[in-house]
């Protein structure tokens, strides 16, 4: 099923007899039913007003296609999506309305925020084929109860995206990496938590213990970069040995789709957790392989296939997210970390009310 138009959609929906698997591009691996339902159809930017800052895009639109628009106008997406490509081994192109399912955000979240922080509106439609809108076109054009947010994250599992609409930013002048040795997590940590608390607007803080060194990004108008990084340089300096390398764009896209995991084996687990965590609980992990980003907020973890990571970390206060797995892992061990009792009865809830069929990648509620 490939509708290339909402109205098409909406009716596909509405005659739906069994569940489905909502494909975008189809390069995040959702496991689910056989039984697709793809929105590549629905492609095409239907508003983009460089001096308002907002672009309004169809949800099958590929993201390429967005950033080459937005970057002939010296304009991006401020949270830097990852592309999971490499990471999973899938093909494809990904999606814009795939992107705003997943809330996928890189490592400039630490400054700009989250993908959810820039949608300004949608357009969806919901388990009975009804054709739903949220927001606007424009900012400060937010309406009614905000399925803006509530939209972006859900992985499809509350209503099928048709549409969906931006707030963008102008690409930085110049951009500066500075690199610290540092020999362990803990003193990463440190080192990213002083760079990220100190006023001179970091909007990269991640550390490979492979490669023993914490990157830190700087972005803006060439005087203000090359004022921060000098004093960003005394901030850490106490940490170990700082080395400017410049813009360092191929390095900040290899953190972005945590390139350190690509073509090696294993199961790959995304775990968030309160920065000065990071250390006890990556210590817990016992992974073979592992990156951070965030300032420590996100860890990658790779682990052999099969491993239960979840039973590793006990009671972490934070979320375990299953990213890569073969189908047998996938069985035994859900994707999302189990949310407490309350907070699930309202998932049920809201998944009930937007999707009362249960037709809606049902293999994403473990």
Known sequence: MRPETETELAEIVAGLAAPVRIV?????????????LHVSGLQGIELYEPGALTLV????????????????????LAFEPMDHRGLLGTTGEPTIGGVVAANVSGPRRVQAGACRDFLLGVRYVDGTGQVIKNGGRVMKNVTGYDLVKLMAGSWGTLGVLSEVSFKVLPQPEVTETLMVAVPDVTQAVQAMSAALSSPFEVSGAAYDPAEGHVMLRIEGFTESVQYRAAQMIHVVAGFGVVTRIGAAEAMWAGVRDVAAFHGVEGDVWRISVKPTDAPEVAEALQADGLVFDWGGGLIWARVPAGTDLRSRVGSLR?????????????????????????????????????????????????
């Open 318 to 366: 934070g979320h375990a997210t299953l990213v890569r797995a073969d189908q047998a892992t996938r069985y035994v061990q859900p994707m999302f970390h189990p949310e407490p009792a309350p907070l699930a009865a309202i998932t049920q809830g809201l998944r009930t009310r937007f999707d009362p069929r249960g037709l809606f990648n049902p293999g994403l509620m473990g």
């Open 24 to 36: 975008g591009g189809g390069t995040r691996g959702v496991p689910g039913p056989e039984t697709e």
């Open 57 to 76: 895009a169809k949800a099958g639109t590929p993201v390429s296609d967005i950033e080459t628009a937005l970057a002939a106008e010296g304009q991006r």
